[in-house]
T-cell receptor, first 111, second 110 residues
Framework: GQQVMQIPQYQHVQEGEDFTTYCNSS?????IQWYKQRPGGHPVFLIQ?????EVKKQKRLTFQFGEAKKNSSLHITATQTTDVGTYFC???????????FGKGTKLSVKP | DVKVTQSSRYLVKRTGEKVFLECVQD?????MFWYRQDPGLGLRLIYF???????EKGDIPEGYSVSREKKERFSLILESASTNQTSMYLC?????????FGQGTRLTVV
């Protein structure tokens, strides 16, 4: 079945450093979504990318969708302690709208 | 304010018991999902439903079943609970874009 792979599994950074997480799908995706889960919380939607090669920004966060619509990345510039949490990508591939999540990247930020 | 509500935050059940986890959404969404979340394994899809009485298996359906008799309610059933089903269970609903998650049910099977 459809698989979504995400790396790295963990990332420890010093506050102010940049952070990137990568997502790859075994199949072409109709769209890809990104979620953030704070410690003790539930995943919360950040953004959806639909078009091939699409780039979207939210303040210090930059999201990219690959040309082949099989990979994506999330880049955080100058991390802050409020960025701590686990970041998940999720791909929609099937016509019935199943949403498959990557394993997530757990980000810790040292002040 | 959109809402996905899971019936219990914490649950402790005995091995062999039949367990029902309930999820209700108030957004009139067609799609509903059940995931389990385990350390290092991320969110794994158990079942999803794209309409009333419709269900599709996810990646790990074994040991689980679901019921969607009404659009707003999606139930996850553990036919005979086992210790390896101890986990955090997350329900979500969506239309065609973002998924909204419930707070999760931490199930412990002893």
């Amino acid at each position: 079945g459809q698989q979504v792979m995400q790396i790295p599994q963990y990332q420890h950074v010093q506050e102010g450093e940049d952070f990137t997480t990568y997502c790859n799908s075994s199949t072409t995706l109709s769209n890809i979504q990104w979620y953030k889960q704070r410690p003790g919380g539930h995943p919360v939607f950040l953004i959806q990318l639909v078009k091939s090669g699409e780039v979207k920004k939210q303040k210090r966060l930059t999201f990219q969708f690959g040309e082949a619509k099989k990979n994506s990345s999330l880049h955080i510039t100058a991390t802050q302690t409020t960025d701590v949490g686990t970041y998940f990508c999720a791909g929609r591939g099937g016509s019935q709208g199943n949403l498959i999540f990557g394993k997530g990247t757990k980000l810790s930020v040292k002040p | 304010d959109v809402k996905v509500t899971q019936s219990s935050r914490y649950l402790v059940k005995r091995t062999g018991e039949k367990v029902f986890l309930e999820c209700v959404q108030d957004m009139d969404h067609e799609n509903m999902f059940w995931y389990r979340q385990d350390p290092g394994l991320g969110l794994r899809l158990i079942y999803f439903s794209y309409d009333v009485k419709m269900k599709e298996k996810g990646d790990i359906p074994e040991g689980y079943s679901v019921s969607r008799e009404k659009k707003e309610r999606f139930s996850l059933i553990l036919e005979s609970a086992s210790t390896n089903q101890t986990s955090m269970y997350l329900c979500a609903s969506s239309r065609n874009t973002e998924a909204f998650f419930g707070q999760g049910t931490r199930l412990t099977v002893v």
